[in-house]
């Protein structure tokens, strides 16, 4: 039973180049969470998908940011043209459908998380 | 919107102290409450849970009540240990179109043997 996987652990890039991270969640959890942990500050949340569909996106920063999720496991979340304050750690979380098993709210699993270091 | 304060830190205590981590939240629903732990090197994990008015969460000796009428949800632990010491994400979880989280700044506490 593997747990949330992320890749790549880390990466730097050079301002201006787009970036790709990797989310593969905990087999069977439909949902699946983006969150963005900068020094000094708390989780800020970015994004939910349920399945394939997004029904909340009002965290992503800016249209540089987006995510897609395919056949309801692996997502990706793309910066395009990163800039130096999108340095940060990107986590990914998944859990259960709310709902599932009864209760309301299913506990999110985080992964360990890709730090990103734009130079 | 909904938001999440909780005390600056870091915290230091000596082992075996008195534990309290302060969280209020701000939310137009009724939300779920959680208390996240991020030990050094690790992801974050779930510490402990309430869903409702008055309900206590616990786990590892670390508590929490599900406080309504002063919208709180402070962290207590009796007596820590050295191996407590880490970051404490205050959150909580409301449906809004999907159960989003929205998580406070984060406590490190450092606990001296």
């Known amino acids: 039973g593997a747990g949330v996987s992320q890749s790549p652990s880390n990466k730097v890039t050079e301002k201006g180049k787009d970036v790709e991270l990797r989310c593969d969640p905990i087999?069977?959890?439909?949902?699946l969470y983006w969150y963005r942990q900068s020094l000094g500050q708390g989780l800020e949340f970015l994004i939910y998908f349920q399945g394939n569909s997004a029904p909340d996106k009002s965290g992503l920063p800016s249209d540089r940011f987006s995510a897609e999720r395919t056949g309801g496991s692996v997502s990706t979340l793309t910066i395009q043209r990163t800039q130096q304050e999108d340095s940060a750690v990107y986590l990914c979380a998944s859990s259960l459908a709310p709902g599932a098993g009864g209760s309301s709210y299913n506990e999110q699993f985080f992964g360990p998380g890709t730090r990103l270091t734009v130079l | 919107g909904d938001s999440v304060t909780q005390m600056e830190g870091p915290v230091t205590l000596s082992e075996e102290a008195f534990l309290t981590i302060n969280c209020t939240y701000t939310a137009t629903g009724y939300p779920s409450l959680f208390w996240y732990v991020q030990y050094p090197g690790e992801g974050l994990q779930l510490l402990l849970k309430?869903?409702?008015a008055d309900d206590k969460g616990s786990n590892k000796g670390f508590e929490a009540t599900y406080r309504k009428e002063t919208t709180s949800f402070h962290l207590e632990k009796g007596s820590v240990q050295v191996s407590d010491s880490a970051v404490y994400f205050c959150a909580l979880s409301a449906w809004g179109g999907g159960f989003k989280t929205i998580f406070g700044a984060g406590t490190r506490l450092f606990v001296k043997a």
């Open positions: 087999s069977g959890h439909t949902a």
């Open positions: 309430a869903t409702k």
